[in-house]
């Protein structure tokens, strides 16, 4: 089991940065894949950058490539979400996800994560 809690979500302006933290009870986070996913009002949830188990490997999806950074601090039993140059269109509620995996495989999707976080709530105005 892990308990994972997101923190360092708020209100930004267009262009401004937040780093979301993910803090993980349990195993220490080197034992598991995580990813970030985010759900805007009315829309399904979605996939956002993931980190393999391994740690050596991270995905993004194609709207936050290049602005987004998703990294590990193992003794923190930490997973951050750095964000960059953010957008309107970046507001949503994030949420963190993790699955005991050691491998090099990232997961985009939501079914294969079985522990989530209650999500941090992100606003950037335009």
């Known amino acids: 089991q892990v308990h994972l809690v997101e923190s360092g979500g708020g209100l930004v302006q267009a262009g401004d940065s937040l780093r979301l933290s993910c803090a993980a009870s349990?195993?220490?986070?080197?034992?598991?894949?995580m990813g970030w996913f985010r759900q805007a009002p009315g829309k399904e949830r979605e996939f956002v950058a993931g980190?393999?188990?391994?740690?050596?490997?991270?995905d993004y999806a194609d709207s936050v490539k290049g602005r987004f950074t998703i990294a590990r601090d193992i003794a923190e039993k930490t997973v951050f979400l750095q964000m960059n140059s953010l957008k309107p269109e970046d507001t949503a509620v994030y949420f963190c996800?993790?699955?005991?995996?050691?491998?090099?495989?990232?997961?985009?999707?939501?079914?294969?994560?079985?522990?989530w976080g209650q999500g941090t709530q992100v606003t950037v105005s335009s």
């Open positions: 349990g195993r220490t986070v080197s034992s598991y894949a």
């Open positions: 996800a993790a699955d005991y995996s050691i491998t090099s495989y990232v997961r985009r999707r939501g079914y294969e994560y079985p522990y």
């Open positions: 980190i393999s188990g391994s740690g050596g490997n991270t």
